[in-house]
């Protein structure tokens, strides 16, 4: 019985060999494919800010880390103000720091609610130009959206970027 065992496994072993070598895969020469990539890797999602300098509007897109933002969030940016980097750049905010949080509701199509943390009617136009602005940015309509800004009491009128 040994014996009969062992031939069988031997011949279940010669069988899966041919299987294996007779797939049809010839062996062939190093291909070239030129040379590997190399530079910086280069994000592939940018966040667009509307940032302030020498009293205007200016736009300012810094990388994502590869993921997109949520508006809120992207308007919270604002009022956080500009990176290091900007302020050497020149770079300021009108967007108050208590503006934050915001959210950011579609009414209908070309036209978002933006409601913030502080009254919008004590917000600079700069600050409402620059809300309206990046809260426009982060949309990809057809055409660009009316924003409107309002707060628990106040609202700013429905408006377009300036920019």
């Known amino acids: 019985m040994r014996t009969g065992l062992a ?3 031997l011949a279940a072993g010669l069988v899966s060999l041919v299987a294996v070598a007779g ?4 062996p062939s020469d190093v291909i070239e494919a030129g040379d ?3 530079g910086a890797v280069v994000p592939t ?3 667009t800010l509307y940032l302030v300098k020498n009293g205007r509007l200016s ?6 880390g590869g993921r997109p933002l949520f508006r809120a969030d992207t308007l919270a940016l604002l009022a956080a103000g500009p990176t290091t980097m ?3 750049d ?3 905010t009108d967007v108050p720091p208590d503006a934050s949080p915001f959210s950011v509701t579609v009414k209908t199509a070309g036209h978002l609610v933006v409601t913030l943390s502080t009254p919008a009617g004590e917000l600079s136009t700069l600050a409402v130009d620059q809300i309206v602005c990046t809260a426009a940015a982060a949309t990809v ?3 660009p959206p009316k924003v409107t800004v309002v707060d628990a009491g106040q609202s700013v009128d429905p408006r377009n970027c300036p920019g």
């Open 45 to 47: 999602t940018t966040i």
């Open 7 to 9: 031939r069988r496994v």
């Open 59 to 64: 736009v300012v897109t810094r990388p994502s």
């Open 90 to 92: 020149g770079f300021t």
């Open 23 to 26: 797939c049809g895969v010839r």
């Open 141 to 143: 309509p057809k055409s």
């Open 86 to 88: 900007e302020k050497a």
């Open 36 to 38: 590997p990539p190399s």
